[in-house]
Structure formats: C-alpha cells, structure tokens
C-alpha cells in the first residue's frame, strides 16, 4: 500500500469514527428529549386528574405512555382537559364507575390489549 492509499484510509477511518460518533451522541439526545418529553406528558396527566382514572382503569400511567401514540395521548388530554367532571376523576378508586368520563372507550380498549 503506498502512502496515498494510507491517507485515503486514514481519512476514511477518522470520518467513520466521526459519523459513529455523532450518532451516537444523536441517539443519546433523542432518548433524554424523549424521557423529558414523556414527563411533561406525564405531570400534565396528573395535574388533570387523568392518571387517576388510569390506575382507576388498571392501566397506569407508565404503560398508557408507553403503549398510547403521542397524538393519542394529545387527544386524550384534550378531552381530559375539556370535561367539566374532572373533580370525579380525582377521587376515583379502581372498580369504580368510570363510564362518565370521555376517554372511557379508548381507555377500555387499552386495558383489554394490556390484558391479552
């Protein structure tokens, strides 16, 4: 191999080394973006009350995160936030009642795929 070719080489490894190292660093910032992300989704849950319907419904909130598609849970937060029985929802306990509420149906759905 002569001295142009090792360049060449040299060149390419640093630029692999480069590009491995970028997306590396890529997806060690999309995993933070996403864990903050899901917190925010996750207190805006609980400052509606929605989580409580959720360990209500068996789900919790974690596995609703998880399993629900981010323009699901948007949605689904709306509606939260449109009710007006959201107080109900505060003080729900699991097997209670919680036809009332506006993301009852998705929310059956969800738990039946959680249960198999």
Partial sequence: MNLFSAGIAGLFLLLLS????????SIMRNLSGGRRYRAH???RARELGLANMLE???????????HESVLSIHQQLQRCADCTRREECRH???????????NDA???RL???LRG
Wanted: charge should be positive; charged fraction near 10%.
């Fill in 106 to 108: 998705a929310f059956g």
């Fill in 41 to 43: 989704l996750a207190g």
């Fill in 18 to 25: 480069w590009f491995a190292g970028g997306l590396v660093l």
């Fill in 56 to 66: 209500a419904r068996g789900i919790g909130l974690q596995n609703w995160l998880h």
């Fill in 111 to 113: 738990a039946a795929s």
């Fill in 92 to 102: 729900l306990r699991p097997g209670c009642d919680t036809g009332f509420c506006p």
